[in-house]
């Protein structure tokens, strides 16, 4: 019987062992024991597939990939121990001297450090093309470019990329197509139907959606996530069993809280829009949104993250933050509890105010992370605190 990816992420799971339980257990082990020489052999002759060592695979990491293929509808793919080794395992399994990598320059704060700080280092080159210019994207492919990254919505200024454009754009040129969805999650975006090869993840924010622990995931094209998988092997940033357990579980409750995130979000950045103390408000779904058309084109919903910019800049991005009642003051995103941020004064303080400005980071722009909690509670702590 043909399930829908909402009822895979439910009911995929590991083998039942003897006691017939009906949650998944926990495979908190480190190696796995063979009855005898030959099939220790075979296993490791790659001609069966038996678990050997948990750097390599473990029931419990194999239990969270098999849901998030199935929810990005993806061939495979591999668990990280965060976002960020996700990210590298991706750049590394493919990139080598002399490649060169086309991404954005609006892209998340580690991966900008690692593309400009780490890949040069072993002579992979690159190249950042404003988030919204299509010509100047294929403008930018050279005989060497190996890779197309982008991550849409961006983090923190919510870009929306066209990823049927850029889909067309790396087939034409033969590009591994590299997509960080973590914004928008499986739920509000599938990067696959838009050709995408390979998909990552942060699964720290939304995936997990309670603020507890780090992973990541690389999900794709089968031959691709084999050479991610060969890398990690080696490499060792595998998830840890404990980590794909606890985000297994998340999993099951991803629709039903993105669906509430969400509607969340879309109320409150209505009723904030026209607020006297803010100068534009951005939030995929509203009309005013300069990609609008796009949003509504390749997602699904508009996600649980708005920003505003205020009109008092610095200084009111600050008193904002201190003025809150309820909303956490925290670095995280994609939780239960709401989140506040004012990435000017902190994640993105170290950049001169010509590169935030490059990255659409205005000085009073405010990120909200929208939670579980009832959206009125959410709006009035934001109204007061504007006030
Ligand atoms: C947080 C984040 C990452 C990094 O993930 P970690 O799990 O913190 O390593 C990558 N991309 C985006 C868009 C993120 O928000």
Not at 315 to 332: E, V
Request: net charge neutral; glycine share 6%.
């Amino acid at each position: 019987m043909p399930q829908h990816r909402i009822t895979q992420a439910i009911r995929i799971r590991t083998e039942r062992t003897e006691e017939k339980e009906h949650s998944s257990p926990l495979f908190l082990t480190s190696s796995f024991c063979f009855d005898d020489a030959e099939e220790m052999r075979a296993a490791f002759a790659d001609e069966t597939d038996a678990n050997i060592y948990s750097r390599f695979s473990n029931p419990s990491v194999q239990e969270f990939v098999d849901r998030m293929c199935a929810l990005e509808g993806a061939e495979a793919g591999f668990a990280t121990a965060s976002g960020m080794s996700a990210i590298v395992a991706s750049f590394l399994s493919f990139l080598k001297k002399g490649d060169h990598l086309l991404s954005c320059s609006s892209i998340f704060g580690s991966t900008h450090t690692i593309i400009t700080k780490y890949l040069p280092k072993f002579g992979i080159e690159y190249t950042y093309v404003p988030a919204g210019d299509q010509q100047q994207w294929e403008a930018a492919i050279r005989p060497n470019t190996k890779m197309l990254y982008l991550e849409t919505p961006t983090n923190p200024g919510l870009d929306i990329i066209d990823l049927e454009a850029a889909g067309k754009l790396a087939r034409k040129h033969n590009l591994i197509f590299n997509v960080d969805n973590c914004f928008a999650t499986p739920i509000g975006q599938l990067p696959i139907q838009y050709g995408a090869d390979l998909v990552v993840h942060s699964a720290t924010k939304w995936l997990d959606g309670q603020g507890r622990v780090l992973g990541g995931v690389v999900v794709g094209k089968k031959e691709l996530v084999h050479e991610v998988y060969l890398f990690c092997r080696s490499t060792g940033p595998s998830l840890s069993p404990f980590n794909a357990w606890i985000l297994s579980r998340s999993l099951e409750t991803l629709d039903v809280r993105m669906e509430r995130h969400s509607s969340n979000a879309a109320y409150i950045a209505e009723k904030l829009e026209k607020h006297p103390a803010i100068s534009f408000l951005r939030y995929p779904f509203l009309p005013s949104h300069p990609q609008h058309a796009i949003a509504k084109k390749q997602m699904l919903n508009g996600g649980g993250i708005l920003c505003f910019e205020l009109k008092g800049g610095l200084a009111a991005g600050r008193k904002f933050l201190d003025s809150l009642k309820m909303l956490s003051k925290t670095a995280n995103l994609g939780d239960t509890r709401s989140i506040a941020s004012h990435p000017a004064s902190t994640t993105h303080a170290k950049l001169s105010p010509e590169e935030r400005a490059a990255v659409n980071i205005t000085p009073g722009l405010i990120r909200i992370s929208v939670g579980l909690e009832h959206k009125d509670d959410i709006l009035n702590d934001i109204l007061q605190a504007l006030q």
